[in-house]
């Protein structure tokens, strides 16, 4: 053996003692482990914890603690309108950054808007409602400094098919808006409730993996819908769904394509990309994909006017309503049916709204390392939407290409939202009678190329490498989205992602240790090939908390590995199995199904005469196994600190021929 | 320190090298870990493995392995139909103890089934029918020695609700039974395609706890139910929820109620308790209450024929039906509306025969040490149900008092079903005309002594030491089922249930780990108050795989262990934290969002200039940080073996005062 280096030598001083002090434990494990063990009266402090880790794991009262009551008024005031807090040391350079990101963001989310509007069958103008208002009150409410607020691709086609399942657009628009409002408002109740209620952590059912093949998905269907104004359709399905677009867009083919149209679309769909392109190569001139919608628009209506395409069969924007938002408080539905109808589909399109925002600040916060208050973040995002519902707005939230831009233009604080709405504002009083001659066309190449950044190639590859499961949900939702609509497709992803959790806790790992050569050190024979099993004994980890949903399938496996080990052990007529020491380190509770199942596999064991020791059981195990009495079925002496400490005291019955 | 005995010595041999080695190990991290990687592209093994352990994880085909095919057609034979195995070796001696087994049960199971048939809403003979062909074809399918089989109460009674809420068996009695029959039918198919299907661990999801309230649940209201016949009331709700039951008993008091019934009643109830007291006392003198119902009956029968107290009011049976099970082939709804009802009430019925036929069957097999195959039992137990379905017979499963009783009279196979049906059809052939001055009271006292045993005290009291979540639940059951009704008593229990795997998923434990004085073992501090933290470093166990469910709590959930800790060290002003370690031992695995937070974790960490450090990750993890790259950004030197190894790399920088 080498020389032992003096850190060795140090270490070795360390252990020797350590094993013979460990071994002492051994003797005493139940000494060692009643010192583990709280006291029993808890039950109270019990509940308490766990109420406080499932709804205040984030402490959001950490700040008042100890505070005069005069300060915690002001922090209080401040925890609901974090504005004054960044507001007080916020300052001219800081501004500066705010305002170039504003007009960026402004200049990209004009023309996106009245896109997105028409996404939910509304009118042009409701899209700038939504860019007006509600980005004005997160300003005020939310802690997010980079997150740009406003309609977005994926809620507004959502809210368009879910609205459209109960009211067609066509023949019944006023009925159509007034529950688009509805469902606005209720979205908005949702998202607040969800955050004054704590239950924030809802919202992380939903699997990054879901996430991403459900926008991708989205995504698709979106640019799918876009083929109507690019190829100048005339009557076009109302369905999202690939086949259905797919079959009105051939049918139409022969007449129904006007060639002005398609020539415009093309001819700024290039130009576009080529923007985009730009933007990707050098991040410097993020600004030139970020205006390059804004110009094309500009020069688009120009072109059209002159050329007065319109009478040619280009589609036009045609009217947009000019000034603000109106009041929308009495065009709500409190009664009748339509009330649940708004309930359900508010509920819905709230919950995929806040996936979205919640994704984006928590990106973005990570970046700059902030922490962001997800349950603050609900309350702030759902207010903003009730009080949209109330001006004419429709469900509004973060998105992920103007939150990219506002980021990358150098923004500061919320301050660039309140600077775009600003500009919307002025749009909307000033300009919106320009947009007459603007062609739909223009607004579906831009809505194209707004789109195609939600499709994210390298997550899907990374998702197929890191875990098949997570795969499998990912294209789930992307095909459900694409073959059948966007409620579906979320379902599947949600489901899917269910079904794991599910199969996690009812099909638990378990493995065989051995012993790593020349150490005391206990590992997975599957994962260490020369981990060697100790002759007489058989060592086997449960991976997993034993719980009702898995502990007859435990005890069943465990079982399962001695009935191998023997059959082999038979085979090669060697010693046979004398004692099974059960590693419990990841068992981090067990339930009373779990301790049935500990005492069936005490007892079966008996019966094959095999002594049953258990290794380092955690503290939420050790008091069960005491409350049950199971310690004293199996004896004291049979529970110890390490696997090593168990092995050492299996000795004297078996002799170990060193590794 | 003590001299060390020859044992420490030798360990301490071991010792030097163990450390020496393992660090070593520490050194070469990635190389152990690489060692512990399996192939990359096992993507087909990966999922195939998956699928065994979920569907397979019991090996059916063990036995089949290398044997040759006529051997192979025997067993596969033998496996549908045990009877062939165990009958080969079956003796006279065998026989005895089934003979006698099997009169007991039939003569506990007579006037239980006519009680229970009551319960369902059915004429009596039905409860008869259904303890004649049912336990026939288990004898022949099941792998069970000890349960036996007929209608049980909670059945019954859920039947009975189920049915009545779909059609009125008062003034519809014919459809009624037909969808009796129809539910019967699909309870079969629901329980034999799962069994085929391997979906066997579905019933799992019902726990222990919730069982044990709900089974309680359904007593207590089954009790309440029998105050009618008890108390000889005429019209009676229909509902079973205590407070209209109660309502209805206090109604009548003034005029409704029966003294001459309830005379009866009482006194044969008082009977009956005695002789269960009896045989709770002497465990020999089981047969007491075994025959006590089988003898009040004959005994109320014989007094009220001679008094002929039913002119009294006293209300009788009145009519059995003479002669077994007719078909009922042609009166199973196939078309119309009712098929789909019949199929819901079915699949819900179905299940829960199921969970107490296995809960049963499992039970008694770890008393006796077999195993019980749990899918094949529940073919078994399917098949069984739509033969009855064919033949007049409604849901029929294992029952807690007769097994018990079985058990005790020293049952060796299923042949004791066989002789208790045999009984059951000579009392349909030739003595059912004598129940008809049986009295209802009698029945009503009989089933209140069978039902009192299925409440649990023990196990609710064990529950609530062991697990206040699981006692949670047990009350929801109950409760729901008294005040509210049988299926809403299920369904809190299932979704309490649920609940409690997902509560588990989404905030799993944490903590911050000491080194034990003396040892190189590193455990909860909490758990272990004289494990000391090491200065310098911050040790946290993640007790969970980390998946999108639970991944950005545990990044938070660090970051706050992280915070709370350096507030502590600047009050003390003590060394900063240099260094975070992971303890990743019960991490068993981890998905792409898990894998996002730890990115995220290491960036904020690398802010704060904090070397992270990951300690024992499982194979699948392992895997998964590699397939990432996240072993690169982290640097694969940053990954040990154990906590002592990670430790043992930062000392240079801190030094450890030893504790």
Redesign the interface.
């Known amino acids: ?2 020389h ?1 280096s003096p ?2 030598l140090d ?2 001083e ?10 002492r ?1 051994s003797d005493q494990a139940p000494y ?1 482990h009643k ?4 006291s029993k009266q808890n ?1 109270l402090k ?2 308490k914890s ?1 109420v406080k ?2 709804f205040f ?3 959001p009262l950490r700040p008042f603690k100890d505070q005069p009551r005069s300060r915690k008024l002001v922090l209080g005031i401040q925890a609901i309108f974090p504005i004054l807090e960044w507001g007080r040391d916020y300052n001219f350079t800081k501004f500066k950054g705010d305002l170039i990101a504003g007009l960026t963001i402004a200049s990209l989310c004009i023309p996106q808007d009245i896109g997105y509007a028409k996404l939910a069958n509304l009118p042009p103008q409701y899209g700038l409602y939504s860019s007006f208002v509600p980005p004005l009150v997160y300003a005020f409410m939310g802690s997010s400094r980079d997150i740009a607020i406003g309609p977005v691709a994926v809620v507004s086609l959502l809210l368009g098919t879910l609205l459209q399942d109960e009211i067609d657009y066509e023949t019944h628009p006023k009925e159509y808006l007034r529950l688009a409002f509805t469902a606005t408002f209720f979205a908005g109740i949702t998202q607040a409730s969800l955050g004054l209620l704590r239950l924030g ?1 809802l919202i ?7 996430v991403v093949g459900f926008m991708g998905g989205a995504a698709v269907t979106i640019a799918l819908q876009q083929l109507k104004g690019f190829l100048g359709i005339k009557k076009f399905t109302k369905h999202s769904d690939i086949v259905s677009v797919m079959r009105s867009v051939l049918t139409s083919a022969h007449h129904g394509w006007n060639w002005q149209t398609i020539l415009i679309a093309a001819s700024f769909l290039s130009f576009l990309l080529f923007a985009k392109l730009i933007g990707k190569r050098n991040k410097k001139l993020f600004w030139v994909p970020a205006i390059a919608p804004l110009i094309s628009v500009i020069l688009s209506t120009f072109f059209v006017y002159i050329t007065r395409a319109d009478k040619d069969g280009v589609a036009i924007v045609r009217k947009i309503e000019k000034g603000i938002n109106p009041s929308s408080v009495n065009q709500i539905y409190f009664t009748g049916d339509y009330l649940m109808k708004g309930f359900k589909i508010g509920v819905v399109a709230g919950m995929v709204a806040l996936t979205e925002a919640v994704a984006i600040g ?1 990106t973005f916060a ?1 970046k700059k ?1 902030y ?1 962001l208050d997800g349950n603050k973040e609900m309350v702030a995002l759902g207010t903003m939407n009730v009080i949209g519902s109330m001006t004419s707005c429709y469900v509004a939230t973060g998105s992920f290409s103007r939150s990219a831009v506002n980021y990358m233009a150098g923004c500061n604080t919320a301050v660039s939202n309140i600077v775009m709405s600003g500009v919307v504002l002025l749009t909307l009083e000033l300009i919106t009678p320009l947009f007459k001659y603007t062609p739909n066309a223009i607004l579906a190449s831009i809505i194209i190329t707004a789109v195609i950044g939600l499709i994210d190639f390298d ?1 899907v590859i ?2 197929w ?6 795969f499998v949900a990912c294209m789930g939702a992307f095909f459900g989205v694409i073959f059948i609509s966007v409620e579906i497709g979320l379902l599947v992803a949600v489901s899917i ?1 269910f079904a ?10 378990t ?1 065989l240790l051995g012993k ?6 206990y ?2 024979v ?5 981990a060697a099993k100790v002759p007489g004994l058989l060592i086997v980890r449960v ?3 034993i ?7 435990i005890k ?2 465990i079982l ?1 590995w001695l009935a191998d080990e023997e059959e082999q052990l038979k085979a090669k007529d060697l010693q046979r199995v004398d004692f099974l020491i059960v590693e419990m ?2 068992v ?2 067990i ?3 779990g ?2 199942a500990l005492e ?1 596999l005490y ?2 064991l008996k ?1 094959r005469d095999i002594e049953l020791l258990l290794a ?1 059981p ?3 195990v ?1 008091d ?1 196994l005491y ?2 009495k199971f310690t004293d079925l199996i004896g004291n002496d049979k529970i110890f ?2 696997v090593a400490d168990a092995v ?1 005291t299996c ?1 004297p019955k078996t002799a170990v021929e ?1 590794v």
Request: net charge negative; glycine share 2%; aromatic share 6%.
């Open positions: 053996m080498v032992p850190e060795v270490t070795k360390i252990d020797i003692r350590s094993m013979s002090s460990s071994h434990h060692m010192v583990g063990m709280p039950l019990e509940i766990t880790e499932t794991s984030d402490e952590f992380d059912f939903l699997s990054h993996a879901a928590r990570a390392d922490q997550a990374l998702i490498k890191i875990d098949k499961f997570d992602s794991k959790i599910l199969l996690q806790v009812t099909r638990p790992r493995a790593l050569p020349l150490t005391t050190v590992r997975n599957e994962q260490y090939p020369d991976d997993s908390a719980y009702f949903s898995n502990s007859n399938y069943e496996r399962r380190s990841p981090t509770d339930d009373t199904s301790i049935h069936e007892r079966s019966k380092n955690g503290q939420a050790i069960k409350a049950s600190l390490t050492l000795k060193d």
